[in-house]
């Protein structure tokens, strides 16, 4: 890439998924790449062009026919399948980033680092067995799919005086709620996990409020100089009797330190925000040893009501907004540049 030359940036998506990219392009805007949003349809693989688009200054997208770009950046929610994984294993364009693996494969990782057992949950792929011994040693269960977004298909089991109450959130139905009874429960939950490969996950006790749901979401991404650096963190709080605290399941955003600070004090706090960085550090070098090169890394950490913190997930295509709930506009600026920063410097210093 020559000097002075503008470097060109794809972003492949699924389509109907554009309004989140938005703010990305209005970054775009003051750092001058040429920026597009493709699908794999749109790729011209003969003539080495893309049929794709860009954001005019009036907010409307404009279909144009584009040179093939020097980097891509992958928001796509197929990734792993069809056209979106026929595109990413035949290695047409050089990508910011590597797809991890699902809920199991990142905690059986982890696991192996010594210094991240004491933040991680017992987890165990779902069967039937498994599923009749967590119950046994734990009152409270999470049961997630293994490559679930948004919260949908997670189930939570909580046993009762008589029976259990299951919570879950369902694409279709929304949140549901049932009481199931003991001898009902393996095949209630079956019914709900069906062919679909899940894990079950020891619950903790995160109702910093009651009947609601919290954790904190720390976002990690690589800086203009290739380094990894703490964006920002906020709590999620789920709406009311929600199993998950997602924003996309209603759920809302608050500051660390204003929302935390009452509820454990403010040296607890410090200690929580000072472990959640560094293990977000240990587990991006981690992830990025066994995936290869990654951009950006949403850590989810559960915080229980003696101020304990754990892991609870990690996710490869993490979600702005909670820096817009929080009223940080700054923090959600930011975070929509450095991936556009981190592209150009990768393709400044010759890294594709």
């Not at 996950?201 to 290739?226: S, Y």
Request: charged residues 25%; glycine residues 10%.
């Amino acid at each position: 890439m020559k000097k002075n030359s503008k470097a060109i940036i794809g972003i492949l998506t699924t389509p109907g998924a554009n309004d989140g990219l938005r703010p990305l392009f209005k970054e775009n805007e003051r750092l001058g790449n040429i920026l597009y949003r493709f699908t794999p349809k749109d790729i011209l693989l003969q003539q080495r062009r893309i049929k794709g688009y860009t954001l005019t200054r009036s907010g409307r997208w404009d279909q144009k026919v584009f040179a093939w770009p020097n980097l891509v950046i992958d928001k796509s929610f197929d990734a792993k399948y069809g056209l979106y994984g026929y595109v990413k294993r035949n290695s047409f364009f050089p990508f910011t980033e590597h797809t991890i693996g699902g809920k199991w494969d990142i905690h059986r990782m982890l696991w192996k680092v010594e210094e991240l057992r004491p933040f991680l949950p017992e987890t165990c792929t779902y069967s039937g067995s498994n599923l009749n011994r967590m119950l046994q040693k734990y009152k409270l269960l999470y049961i997630k799919p293994i490559d679930g977004t948004w919260g949908l298909g997670i189930l939570k089991v909580q046993r009762r005086k008589k029976g259990y109450l299951v919570v879950g959130r369902d694409i279709e139905k929304g949140i549901v709620r049932y009481e199931i009874p003991d001898y009902e429960i393996l095949s209630w939950v079956q019914k709900w996990v069906g062919q679909s490969p899940f894990v079950i996950q020891q619950g903790l006790n995160l109702n910093l409020l009651p009947n609601k749901v919290t954790d904190m979401r720390v976002l990690i991404q690589k800086n203009r100089k290739g380094k990894w650096s703490i964006t920002g963190q906020g709590m999620r709080v789920g709406g009311s009797k929600s199993p998950i605290s997602n924003l996309h399941g209603g759920g809302m955003g608050k500051g660390v330190r204003t929302f935390l600070e009452p509820i454990l004090g403010s040296q607890r706090v410090n200690h929580i925000l000072y472990q959640s960085h560094w293990i977000s550090h240990v587990i991006a070098e981690v992830i990025e040893r066994k995936y290869g090169r990654m951009m950006e890394l949403g850590l989810d950490f559960g915080i229980d009501t003696k101020g304990q913190l754990w892991i609870i997930e990690v996710n490869d295509m993490p979600g702005r907004n909670i820096f817009r709930h929080m009223g940080r506009e700054d923090l959600f600026r930011k975070a929509n540049r450095k991936p556009l920063q981190y592209a150009m410097y990768l393709i400044r210093n010759g890294y594709v």
